[in-house]
Nanobody
Protein backbone atom coordinates (compact mmCIF):
# COMPACT_ATOMS: atom_id res chain seq x y z
CA UNK A 1 0.00 0.00 0.00
CA UNK A 2 1.04 3.55 -0.73
CA UNK A 3 -0.30 6.76 0.75
CA UNK A 4 0.09 10.13 -0.97
CA UNK A 5 -0.69 13.47 0.66
CA UNK A 6 -0.54 16.69 -1.37
CA UNK A 7 -0.23 20.19 0.03
CA UNK A 8 0.67 23.67 -1.11
CA UNK A 9 -2.22 24.69 -3.33
CA UNK A 10 -3.88 28.07 -3.12
CA UNK A 11 -4.82 31.25 -4.92
CA UNK A 12 -2.18 33.18 -6.84
CA UNK A 13 -2.16 35.91 -9.44
CA UNK A 14 -1.03 35.25 -12.98
CA UNK A 15 2.74 35.37 -13.20
CA UNK A 16 3.14 34.18 -9.64
CA UNK A 17 4.57 30.98 -8.22
CA UNK A 18 3.44 28.09 -6.06
CA UNK A 19 5.19 25.00 -4.78
CA UNK A 20 3.25 21.78 -4.30
CA UNK A 21 4.40 18.92 -2.10
CA UNK A 22 3.43 15.25 -2.07
CA UNK A 23 4.40 13.24 0.99
CA UNK A 24 4.84 9.56 0.09
CA UNK A 25 4.50 6.79 2.64
CA UNK A 26 4.01 3.03 2.69
CA UNK A 27 5.77 0.51 0.44
CA UNK A 28 7.90 2.93 -1.57
CA UNK A 29 10.02 0.06 -2.96
CA UNK A 30 7.12 -0.90 -5.19
CA UNK A 31 6.80 2.55 -6.76
CA UNK A 32 8.19 2.81 -10.30
CA UNK A 33 7.53 6.52 -10.85
CA UNK A 34 5.91 9.54 -9.27
CA UNK A 35 3.91 12.10 -11.15
CA UNK A 36 1.74 15.17 -10.95
CA UNK A 37 -1.58 15.30 -12.76
CA UNK A 38 -4.22 17.99 -12.86
CA UNK A 39 -7.90 18.21 -13.60
CA UNK A 40 -9.55 21.47 -14.56
CA UNK A 41 -13.32 21.97 -14.25
CA UNK A 42 -15.08 20.10 -17.01
CA UNK A 43 -11.87 18.59 -18.32
CA UNK A 44 -10.20 15.21 -18.12
CA UNK A 45 -7.29 14.57 -15.81
CA UNK A 46 -3.99 15.19 -17.57
CA UNK A 47 -0.34 14.48 -16.87
CA UNK A 48 1.66 17.55 -15.86
CA UNK A 49 5.05 16.10 -14.96
CA UNK A 50 6.52 12.75 -14.07
CA UNK A 51 9.71 11.54 -12.49
CA UNK A 52 10.70 8.04 -13.63
CA UNK A 53 12.75 5.87 -11.28
CA UNK A 54 11.32 8.17 -8.66
CA UNK A 55 13.60 7.24 -5.79
CA UNK A 56 16.72 6.85 -7.92
CA UNK A 57 19.51 9.37 -7.90
CA UNK A 58 18.97 10.45 -11.49
CA UNK A 59 15.27 10.01 -12.09
CA UNK A 60 14.37 11.06 -15.64
CA UNK A 61 11.66 13.68 -15.90
CA UNK A 62 9.03 14.45 -18.52
CA UNK A 63 6.70 17.42 -18.76
CA UNK A 64 3.54 18.31 -20.59
CA UNK A 65 4.29 20.80 -23.37
CA UNK A 66 2.03 23.34 -21.72
CA UNK A 67 4.23 23.56 -18.61
CA UNK A 68 7.73 23.05 -20.01
CA UNK A 69 10.05 25.80 -18.87
CA UNK A 70 7.66 26.90 -16.14
CA UNK A 71 7.22 23.86 -13.88
CA UNK A 72 9.90 21.74 -12.22
CA UNK A 73 9.37 18.33 -10.65
CA UNK A 74 11.85 17.18 -8.03
CA UNK A 75 12.27 14.60 -5.30
CA UNK A 76 13.68 14.74 -1.78
CA UNK A 77 14.50 11.11 -1.08
CA UNK A 78 15.40 11.80 2.55
CA UNK A 79 11.89 13.15 3.18
CA UNK A 80 10.07 10.86 0.71
CA UNK A 81 8.51 13.99 -0.73
CA UNK A 82 7.80 14.90 -4.33
CA UNK A 83 7.64 18.57 -5.29
CA UNK A 84 6.23 20.59 -8.14
CA UNK A 85 7.60 24.11 -8.42
CA UNK A 86 5.26 26.16 -10.58
CA UNK A 87 6.48 29.51 -11.89
CA UNK A 88 4.94 32.05 -14.23
CA UNK A 89 1.51 30.62 -13.53
CA UNK A 90 -1.29 31.26 -16.00
CA UNK A 91 -5.07 31.22 -15.50
CA UNK A 92 -5.22 28.04 -17.58
CA UNK A 93 -3.14 26.31 -14.89
CA UNK A 94 -6.17 26.49 -12.60
CA UNK A 95 -7.04 22.94 -11.59
CA UNK A 96 -6.93 20.37 -8.83
CA UNK A 97 -3.46 18.86 -8.79
CA UNK A 98 -2.98 15.22 -7.88
CA UNK A 99 0.04 13.15 -6.99
CA UNK A 100 0.20 9.71 -8.62
CA UNK A 101 2.25 6.58 -7.94
CA UNK A 102 2.23 3.52 -10.20
CA UNK A 103 2.67 0.50 -7.93
CA UNK A 104 3.10 -2.88 -9.66
CA UNK A 105 -0.24 -3.43 -11.43
CA UNK A 106 -2.04 -0.70 -9.47
CA UNK A 107 -1.75 2.99 -9.02
CA UNK A 108 -2.38 5.28 -6.08
CA UNK A 109 -3.66 8.85 -6.00
CA UNK A 110 -3.59 11.57 -3.42
CA UNK A 111 -6.68 13.54 -2.50
CA UNK A 112 -5.61 16.53 -4.59
CA UNK A 113 -4.80 20.16 -3.87
CA UNK A 114 -6.54 23.05 -5.58
CA UNK A 115 -4.62 25.70 -7.50
CA UNK A 116 -6.41 28.82 -8.66
CA UNK A 117 -4.67 31.40 -10.84
CA UNK A 118 -6.41 34.73 -11.22
CA UNK A 119 -5.92 36.95 -14.24
Amino acid sequence: QVHLMESGGGLVQAGGSLSLSCAVSGDTHGISALGWYRQAPGAERELVAIRLNAFGGNGRTNYADSVKGRFTISMDNARNTLYLQMDNLKPEDTAVYYCNAPYFTREFWGQGTRVTVSS
